[in-house]
């Protein structure tokens, strides 16, 4: 049987944003945001990418649809050519997305592959993905927490496999439930934190607060009753640093790490906050995937995926609305796994 997949891109330019999609049917599809002016191609990169990724078990024939006459010329052609040429192009200049791509390539490596590039009014399955793409992106825009999908999950894939797909039932993004997992896709965002007991109720218990409201292993008081939820920070506050990591600023990236900062190195040895400051700024980082986890109410953990590296980065809450690096773990990949 053939396994169809629809990806698409819907760009918000006003607000800096690019959402993406995936659509297999309505029980398998994901979709994520991209920032800081990234392109509609490289959205749907990222899309084919999110789900490539974790399909890469199922064999059997895939069909992409895409919107991007240069999605599919890359997917069908351009890419087998770049392979063979040390991943330059033919004029020997360097590949843009250079790491999505390769990344994509290696997971469809020995498939089955045919791409059809398509406008999304002319294809249902293209046009549920749009309208997953464009709900993230505003989703986002409007601080709403996104609804990302279920992802991928090949038992529940309909039996409508291999059929057209213009019998899909095209819908807007369902109503996120509360769930207890993570859905399973790239540009995953946590649930956000349940409200706590008001600090003013007599049988509220000790915790850990943030530095500067209620301070270690005291309640917060005052405005910490009040916080954004540090999954939300910790996002605002990793695009900031990727920004100083990318324009090399020293000093901002420092800044940016508590006082009490440590890296472990890839090959396991510690690094100080000014050793690691000039590092990212001399090599910064470049994931092609982002993951955001809550580990507790002001501490949340970031972690940069790409093709040779997992970097593991630890946030905590600093000030009432603010966060701080205080870790950093770099795991090098071997070559085979991804």
């Known amino acids: 049987m053939t396994l169809i997949l629809a990806v698409d891109a819907y760009m918000l330019a006003d607000a800096n944003l690019v959402g993406w999609a995936w659509a297999v049917d309505q029980d398998n599809w994901a979709c994520g945001c991209v920032e800081d002016s990234a392109s509609v191609s490289q959205a ?115 039996q409508r496999r291999g059929k057209k797909s213009q019998k899909l039932i095209i819908s807007e993004v369902p109503l996120l439930k509360p769930k207890d997992s993570v859905p399973d896709n790239v540009a995953r965002f946590p649930r956000s934190v349940q409200p706590r007991k008001s600090v003013t109720n007599p049988d509220r218990q000790l915790y850990s607060g943030p530095v500067d409201v209620g301070g270690l292993g005291s309640p917060a008081r005052g405005a910490a009753a009040n916080l954004r939820p540090i999954t939300q920070v910790v996002r605002d506050q990793d695009l900031r640093f990727q920004k100083y990591c990318a324009s090399a600023n020293r000093v901002q990236i420092r800044e940016m790490m508590h006082p009490d900062f440590m890296s472990i190195g890839e090959l396991g040895v510690p690094i100080s906050r000014t050793e690691a400051a000039a590092l990212l700024a001399e090599d910064p980082p470049s994931p092609s995937e982002v993951e955001v986890r809550e580990l507790g109410p002001h501490t949340a953990q970031v972690i940069y995926f790409d093709s040779g590296l997992v970097q593991s980065w630890i946030w905590t809450r600093y000030q009432n609305n603010q966060a701080r690096l205080i870790f950093q773990q770099i795991t090098k990949r071997p070559l085979d796994v991804f």
């Open 44 to 158: 749907q990169f990222r899309a084919i990418f999110s789900f490539v990724r974790r399909s890469h078990e199922v064999r059997e024939p895939l069909v992409i649809y895409t919107s991007s006459e240069y999605v599919a010329a890359v997917l069908q052609t351009w890419r087998h050519q770049w392979r063979s040429n040390q991943w330059r192009k033919l004029d020997g200049m360097p590949v843009t997305d250079l790491q999505l791509i390769r990344n994509i390539d290696r997971f469809l490596a020995g498939k089955s592959l045919q791409v059809i590039c398509v406008g999304s009014k002319e294809e249902d399955l293209l046009l549920q993905a749009h309208i997953y793409a464009r709900e993230v992106a505003y989703a986002h825009r409007d601080g709403q927490e996104p609804n990302l999908g279920p992802g991928f999950h090949p038992e529940l894939l309909k």
